[in-house]
Structure formats: C-alpha cells, structure tokens
C-alpha cells in the first residue's frame, strides 16, 4: 500500500505545474486526498483538499490559482498549479485518509516544486 506523488520541478515566477497523487494497494476513490507542503525551515502547511464527494477547500494563499481534482476513474487526484509564485517553493506531499478517520493513514513520499526565475 504505497502513495506516489509526482509532477514538481523548477518554473518561472507565473508558471504552472500538475502534481499527481496515485495509489498502489487501494483505490483513491474512497478517500479524502490531501495535498500539504513544507517550505525549508517552515513547518508543514495544507494547501488543499478533495473530499469523497469531491467537495474541496483551499488555503487562502492559493485560492484562485491552485485546483485539486478526481480523474473520471478515481485512480488519481491531481493539484493544478498556476500563477506560481516563489512562496509557492516547497516539497509538496499528498496524503490519503477514509472519511471516517480523523488523520492521513498514507503519505506520498514528497514532490519539490521550485518557483525562480
């Protein structure tokens, strides 16, 4: 049971990046998907996350710029990243719990994305 998130790298200021978040051992479809990042020397923040339903909610720092989905099959969930921002720099991970669960039963192993010009 393993979660994988893929898609960081390094863009320009006002760029965009898809991070995906998928899953081997069990199916997203039943989760709540997370996506948290930590800055260096910052603690670890949410950005935003999806809910069975696919209900999402925002940090304020990205609203209008970050967009979290299901694909059509609920074998992954995506994080659209546009208008980057240097701030946005940090090793973004996503996180899966059941809805009945109160914590993330599974981590992703961890995605940078750098933001610089």
């Known amino acids: 049971v393993q979660l994988q998130a893929s898609g960081g790298g390094l863009v320009q200021p006002g760029g965009s990046l898809r991070l995906s978040c998928t899953a081997s051992?069990?199916?997203?479809?039943?989760?709540?998907i997370a996506w948290f990042r930590q800055a260096p020397g910052e603690e670890r923040e949410p950005v935003s996350c999806?809910?069975?339903?696919?209900?999402?909610i925002y940090v304020d720092s990205v609203k209008g710029r970050f967009t979290i989905s299901r694909d059509n099959a609920g074998n992954a969930v995506c994080l659209q990243m546009n208008s980057l921002k240097p701030e946005d720099t940090a090793v973004y991970y996503c996180?899966?719990?059941?809805?009945?669960?109160?914590?993330?039963?599974?981590w992703g192993q961890g995605t940078q994305v750098t933001v610089s010009s």
């Open positions: 996180a899966a719990r059941l809805p009945i669960r109160a914590s993330y039963d599974y």
């Open positions: 051992g069990f199916t997203l479809r039943y989760y709540s």
């Open positions: 999806i809910s069975t339903s696919n209900s999402s």
